[in-house]
């Protein structure tokens, strides 16, 4: 786009300046009420090329678990890249509920919207304590200024011991982080992704590297946090994906090859074909 | 929370003993050298003084690098940029304080410009007759350079040794600029020949030792200030960002805020440094802004140990005081014993001197 053209737009006269428009809260402007939470429509993306994405659409439904499958380059991680504002597509539109286009937001806009990322390899601040860990992550004003001057409230702290518990890491909150074997680094990280309230949670292989025991209560963990909050979980590990998932998504080449339960996946030929390789 | 507190205060003894020592020596150096006569052996030699005073003002240098290196792992290789910026502001108020004792006794140009056959005084140089407008500047101008500079380096995401680069460039093209005469800071000769500081002689015992006790008093409020930002939330984001940027990203901080706030900063407590600097120097000039004098300076904070803010207070004082030592005996070696111990450091020290005092400490324990 042109400069000038990018000045006609914003000279629009059927709408308001963005920096005139109300300040609103996500849950003000985020609207479920026609059931999907996140609709991806022919989004595609190239790397030099390559489409890591090509015309994928999918939506999510508000409170749903699912889990997304497919190969190596089959575009799982680029598909969360995309939605959280990481990657910009070269076409295509995600929305947030019915009226938030994500295109036009930032990573950390997006996450304070309530969309939480869970990376595939842990991810935590080493050098800090499990409980410094939550406390950052914490929905609340995070401008400069404000983090300077702020201190931990009792509410804040209910908050923490309460996200402790379902993570299962009480007796660690004063650990360093980096100390923590790698399954509790993973459900910390789940943690810091609860402390933000989340409407909808992106968890990219969650039982990577973990011992079956670990593996087990990741699932517990997963599955009693539907409902409340919408989760996509991509993941490898088939037993795993049996044991939680509802629905499923077979992705292929940047799109979906099918989706529905998992025997209905399985039994698909197609995806026998490309997937399951028999 | 107290039990952090006080675990954190446990933790700081080094700085709190560093705080009581700035506080002893900015008293008690003064008293020794203008009260003690020279004959006592307890007397201080204005020499000493100055030196000393010296050393501070890099401390305070390193501390400004290690608020960014150490915490928020932005390793700039461009301080001295802003260290120098800061000095040249005060020199520019020490050359108008000259007025018509220059060499050439014009009331209004310093000599330079008489020199350079300019009539009048460039637009630049209004207001540095005032002391007031000239410490505004050694905050102002650093301060927006570094906004600057950082806004498009952090935006765009430039980090690494990409971003360490880039502000060797930046002090580079500043030292070039600087000594061009066009440009009426002197050219390469800089500014000298100052005679005094708000109405006191440079010259003065007495001068000297009030700017000695300004740099200790400086440094440590400089210090308590550098504990209160790490010790904040905002602290705890911005090493946060050091050790998993992407991730403080996605729990939706605005990362390139946080580096630009600090950034800022950390350009104006170095300002504040090369403004103490020059008036005990009693010259500024280009090479200050050479890039071989911002990356000794990132080897300070190395050697006394990054991510401890005394750490790298020590480093400076320490380096210096075997620079000062070493180039009195052997001049040519000083650049290998520098290259040496900074090698050493790395591989032996990982967390500088501070290192091995806290292993000490810990073995004790």
Not at chain 1, 49 to 66: H, M, P, S, V, Y
């Amino acid at each position: 786009m042109s400069a000038l053209d990018k000045l006609r737009q914003t000279m629009r006269r059927d709408q308001v300046w963005n920096c005139m428009m109300p300040h609103y809260t996500y849950e003000d402007v985020l609207d479920t009420r026609k059931g999907p939470i996140l609709y991806l429509e022919d989004v595609t993306v190239s790397f030099d090329g390559f489409k890591a994405l090509d015309a994928l659409t999918l939506d999510i439904n508000d409170g749903e678990l699912r889990c997304i499958i497919g190969a190596n380059g089959a575009g799982k991680t680029t598909m969360m890249d995309v939605i959280t504002g990481k990657t910009r597509p070269d076409e295509g539109s995600v929305y947030y509920g019915q009226r938030i286009d994500l295109l036009r937001l930032s990573e950390p806009e997006i996450a304070a919207l309530g969309i939480g990322r869970k990376f595939q390899k842990p991810t935590v601040f080493e050098h800090h304590s499990v409980l410094i860990n939550l406390e950052l992550s914490m929905r609340m004003d995070k401008r400069v200024w404000t983090t300077l001057f702020s201190k931990m409230t009792g509410e804040q702290r209910d908050h923490i011991d309460e996200v402790l518990q379902i993570i299962g890491l009480q007796e660690e909150y004063h650990n360093r982080a980096g100390l923590l074997s790698h399954g509790q680094k993973q459900w910390l990280e789940i943690g810091m992704l609860l402390m933000q309230d989340p409407r909808l949670l992106l968890v990219d292989e969650p039982v990577a590297g973990m011992t079956g025991q670990e593996t087990e209560r990741t699932a517990e963990l997963l599955t009693s946090l539907a409902g409340k909050h919408s989760v996509v979980v991509v993941e490898h590990d088939m037993e795993f994906v049996r044991s939680i998932a509802r629905t499923v998504t077979v992705l292929h080449q940047g799109s979906v090859l099918a989706q529905g339960d998992m025997d209905e996946v399985q039994n698909d030929p197609r995806v026998r074909e490309v997937y399951l390789g028999s | 929370m107290v039990k952090l507190l006080q675990q954190y205060f446990q933790r700081d003894r080094g700085g709190n003993s560093m705080l009581g020592i700035l506080l002893f020596i900015s008293v008690m150096v003064p008293v020794l050298n203008l009260v003690v006569p020279e004959s006592s052996v307890f007397h201080v030699s204005t020499y000493t003084v100055t030196l000393i005073g010296k050393y501070l003002t890099f401390a305070l240098l390193a501390l400004a690098v290690d608020l960014i290196w150490g915490y928020c792992g932005i390793m700039s290789l461009g301080h001295g940029a802003f260290f120098a910026l800061g000095g040249y502001a005060m020199g520019m108020y020490l050359m108008r304080q000259i007025g018509d004792r220059g060499v050439y006794g014009n009331p209004e140009l310093p000599d330079f410009m008489v020199f350079l056959n300019w009539s009048e005084l460039p637009w630049y140089w209004s207001g540095f007759d005032m002391f007031w407008f000239a410490m505004l500047m050694v905050i102002v101008v650093p301060g927006l350079l570094a906004f600057v500079f950082g806004w498009l380096a952090f935006r765009s995401r430039v980090t690494g040794v990409y971003l360490s680069i880039i502000t060797q460039a930046l002090t580079y093209a500043l030292m070039l600029a600087f000594f061009r005469n066009e440009m009426g800071f002197g050219g390469n000769n800089g500014l000298t020949d100052f005679k005094d500081i708000l109405g006191y002689s440079l010259q003065s015992d007495f001068t000297r030792a009030s700017l000695f006790a300004a740099s200790a008093i400086i440094l440590a409020l400089a210090y308590l200030l550098s504990r209160y930002i790490i010790n904040s939330k905002l602290g705890r984001v911005v090493v946060a960002i050091r050790d998993a940027e992407d991730r403080t990203r996605f729990i939706a901080y605005r990362v390139e805020y946080y580096k630009l706030w600090l950034f800022v900063v950390s350009a104006i407590l170095a300002g504040m440094a090369g403004a103490l600097y020059v008036p005990q120097v009693g010259i500024i000039n280009p090479g200050e802004f050479s890039p071989l004098n911002s990356i000794e300076l990132v080897i300070w904070v190395a050697i006394g140990g990054r991510g401890t803010l005394y750490g790298a207070v020590a480093g400076a004082v320490l380096v210096n005081f075997s620079k000062t030592w070493f180039t009195g005996i052997l001049p040519e070696g000083w650049i290998f014993a520098l290259g040496a111990l900074f090698v050493v450091v790395t591989i032996y020290l990982p967390r500088g001197l501070v290192g091995i005092m806290n292993r000490k400490q810990a073995a004790q324990t």
